[in-house]
């Protein structure tokens, strides 16, 4: 298992290098690292200045390599917008997007499982119909306008209908003003609406993978021959059919780590959470090519690490699968 | 004397703003039938009485990169108004005189208003009031005005140096009278915005000998003003009182300036009590939701500001460096019609006819533009005199190429894109193709622009400092050249001696009313050759809570909260 490990974390490093040096080269060429200097009234001498000092004087191969340099040493450079360290930054506005993210998936999880197995189990009864369709409008629905609608409904209306003193859910960030930590009510009254956003769609199209793989399993051989042996129904669905069920949807759920980064830009902006997806708009905005790289990177790494742990999970759910 | 034709502006992009520095002054609502930037819904509270206590939810647009009001983070407006106009002091502050417009006038930081000798060189005295302090309570003197200069006229990264470059010293011989002298032969005409609205004066006790830009990165922890302002990165601005602010002290507890970039979301957390007042975009849906009627809110529509919205024309390339085809484009174009679709139901239905805006009114020709009027046969006359001819398309060509142009203008703004489409149709009618492009707020102001890479595009210019003359975006050596590092603001590439001369007495004469004078001729001249065609003020929107009260009122040059220090909650509560 641990040189399966290495061994595809050594794979991963080249697929990193092609990743920044495709985005470095992408972004040299369509941003411009000197804007913010350009409409000083002393442009003029200042851009050489500048010039030289971010080293855009020299082919962009070279830039790259200091670059990569210095990121191995775990400097992303500084961020033109703010002129901050862009990986302090980025690993702020992480732990803020890891709010998001980890109940994302929690909830994502156990509400498409729970979902696909019902549907499979009651194939073609009014409540697989009813999730079949919902799952098609969450589908469908884009989260911009999922996001605002549930503003306007979940936290416009009960507040202005009912004359409330405060909004029964929050639209702005992770906490009040002066408030902090998790597991408090001020807490999970601003992080429901952005995780509901975040979860719609996946969880509406995990819910028709997990469907379609549980009646896959369910027709399988040993899943008749143990119901033909007595086993308890439950243990049939929930023991041998679940675990073996769960191996495509695990490969889906890596995958969609990208698609999730993704949504997040759309929910963090609208819900304003500081996270990497606003951390990302910020930069894409600005032009900030250190930024916008970091946030490649980490977006890298991340889908890396997730294909890494889809990995080792299929070992976990299956035992016949060896790593090797 | 390299910088004195550049005045501050910035250009409003919609939310992903480009926006320069924004120092402001503002007015609340004006009526009256004659005036063309007047509008209803205004109202303020200021003779009520504000008790202390409580906090104020605001909700901010646009967060700052940096507190370095001094270098490139001078461009942020929201930066400026949520920190910098709190917490710096300023020698002159922009006033709102009865005619609307506005003038310096000297703040609490002096004890009256400057000395301007001229004879044998320009040099301005300032008298500082001895109670003025910053909040650590070190006494603010002269070496703080010679740092502010210091920095802004030797500093690298600077916003805007202008007028500071030709100062040749600050005399601190008395600490408490600042003496500004300016190099031999150098003449300021804007020397009343030099230490006020904008950057204003700088701690040097604090400051001197390090690097402002690493100081102010995160936020800074002075003040010379009546709060200090926290900053939480990505989520909000805190404002406190300073308590050892010389002036009105504020009535709220607390002011927190919550960061929220989407409009509508914004707007949505305004109408659930989550903040108590908005500064928006004037954005349709926001015109249609104040026409409407927003429960238990009130609102300022403030059309007399420094913005102008407007068809800024490339004049060098063809067709449009015809001033006849130009002119013909004014007379195909109904633009009072198109600011009544705009912006009817807050009340602002004429079009701007100046490339002036209103708080310039004393120095520019207001009317200079209205006589373009929708005249198509007086376009056709225009037109088939310069060989011109119709097609049976249904647009004009000569020597085989279509009357066309394209429009660029920012995307992802509404406003500006049903603007557009009604003006491609109307201009189609009058026989002219034009194409529509949307581009990104950083293409758009950071290449096209300075390039010179656009047929016509529409956008706002806002004045930040009531500075005189148009030298800057229609002087003919404005125009971006490898000569001046392409820094120029003509980016119109307009070019006419007469018009040259007149906006160069307005730069180089100490005398206002030589000044207006040349205004008002350069306006005519820049109407005449149908330099850029104006279209609206782009008014400025507050909309509150009932519960805050106060002297609410946007100023135009200072912005929405510039006298945040009387605002307060009903009983001590905003909900």
Known sequence: MLTYLVRRILYSVPVLLAVSFVTFWGLRITTDPLLKFRNLRNAATILPIQRKRLGLDQPIIVQWWKWLLNALQGDLGVSSRTNGAVGGELIHALGTTMHLVIWGTIISSVVAVSVGVYSAVKQYSIGDYAFTGLSYIGIAMPPFWFALMAIVLLVTWPKVHWDLDQPIFYSIGLHSTDRSGIFNLDYFRHLALPVMTLVVQTIASWSRYMRASMLEVLGADYVRAAKAKGVPRRTVILSHALRNALIPLVTVMALDTAFLFGGLIITEKIYSIPGTGTYFLNAL???DAPALLGYTLLTGILVITANLIADVLYGVLDPRIRLS | MTDKRKRPLRIVAGIASLAILASACGSDKKSGDDNPTTAPAASTTSSVEVPTGGTLTIGAEQEPDCFDWIGSCGGSSWGYWMAGVQTTPAALTPEKQADGTYQYVASNLLTGEPVLETDPVQKVTYEINPDAVWSDGVAITCDDFEYTWDQVA???????PTGYTDIEKVDCTDPSSPVVVWKKGAVYSGWKQLFGAGYGVWPSH????????AETKDGYDWSGGPWLAKWTKGDNVTLTPNDKYW??????????????????????????????????????????AIGAGIPKSKSVVNAQTGSLEALWINTSRAPLDSVEVRQALAYSIDRDTIVKQLFGKVGVEKAANSLNPFILAEFSD????????????????????????KGSDGFYAKDGKTLGFEIKTTEGNKRRQTTLIALQQVLKQAGFDVKITFRKAGDLFGT??????????????????ITPGLCGQFCTDSIPTAANGSTGNNWQRFSDPDVDEQLEIIESSLDADKQKAAAKAADKLLAENMASLPLDPLPNIIIWN????GP????AVLGPFWNLNEWGCTAGKCA
């Open chain 2, 154 to 160: 030797n500093g690298e990264d600077v916003y805007d």
């Open chain 2, 247 to 288: 002036g009105t002290k504020p009535k709220l507890e607390k002011v927190v300036f919550k960061i929220q970039s989407d409009t509508a979301a914004q707007f949505q957390s305004f109408k659930s009590g989550q903040v108590q007042a908005i500064y928006p975009q004037p954005q349709l849906d926001v015109i249609d």
């Open chain 2, 366 to 389: 207001q009317e200079s533009f209205a006589g373009y009027k929708l005249d198509l046969a007086k376009a056709e006359e225009l037109l088939t005199g310069e060989g011109w001819a």
């Open chain 1, 285 to 287: 905005t600005a032009g």
């Open chain 2, 552 to 555: 609410i009122g946007d100023q």
């Open chain 2, 448 to 465: 096209d622009g300075p390039n010179g890479d656009f047929d016509v595009a529409l956008y706002a210019q806002v004045l930040t400092a």
């Open chain 2, 206 to 213: 604090l400051l001197k000998g390090k690097d402002r830009n």
């Open chain 2, 546 to 549: 009932e519960t805050v009260i």
